[in-house]
């Protein structure tokens, strides 16, 4: 049995191209199986880890469904056949309105639940 570990397109090029790293080696936590991969790909890890070898602010880590900072981090345990996916964490909001001459009425937007419209206004920054 081994530990897969899943990586994001964006660190493809890290990882020549591919998608998932079968570690070959036993693991038992999060920390052993990245300490494998880095021995094979140490360019890749250092996009996931800092030089303390603390998880990027903006990487997370699941071990099959569950994040690993509920598991105990870096020294979440795995199982021999454990699968470690790599996800870039991603952020979003609102979209603000685009500021113009128009004023008000650019801070203006349409809000069309189902049955009806009502104007919504965005507060001015």
Same mark, same amino acid.
């Given at each position: 049995?081994?530990?897969?570990? =899943? =990586?994001?397109?964006?660190?493809?090029?890290?990882?020549?191209?591919?998608?998932?790293?079968?570690?070959?080696?036993?693991?038992?936590?999060?920390?052993?199986? =990245?300490?494998?991969?880095?021995? *094979?790909?140490?360019?890749?890890?250092?996009?996931?880890?800092?030089?303390?070898?603390?998880?990027?602010? *903006?990487?997370?880590?699941?071990?099959?469904?569950?994040?690993?900072?509920? =598991?105990?981090?870096?020294?979440?345990?795995?199982?021999?056949?454990?699968?470690?996916?790599?996800?870039?964490?991603?952020?979003?909001?609102?979209?603000?309105?685009?500021? #113009?001459?128009?004023?008000? &009425?650019?801070?203006?937007?349409?809000? &069309?639940?189902? #049955? #009806?419209?009502?104007?919504?206004?965005?507060?001015?920054?």
């Amino acid at each position: 049995m081994a530990v897969t570990i =899943l =990586l994001p397109r964006a660190l493809l090029p890290y990882a020549e191209g591919n998608a998932e790293w079968v570690c070959d080696v036993s693991c038992t936590t999060v920390r052993d199986a =990245l300490a494998a991969l880095a021995a *094979h790909r140490p360019a890749l890890v250092d996009r996931i880890l800092n030089e303390r070898g603390e998880l990027r602010p *903006h990487v997370n880590v699941f071990v099959g469904d569950e994040d690993i900072r509920y =598991l105990g981090g870096l020294a979440a345990r795995i199982d021999d056949d454990a699968t470690v996916a790599i996800v870039p964490a991603v952020s979003g909001g609102v979209a603000r309105p685009r500021r #113009g001459s128009c004023g008000q &009425a650019r801070r203006r937007a349409v809000y &069309a639940p189902p #049955g #009806g419209g009502r104007h919504v206004d965005f507060p001015s920054t």
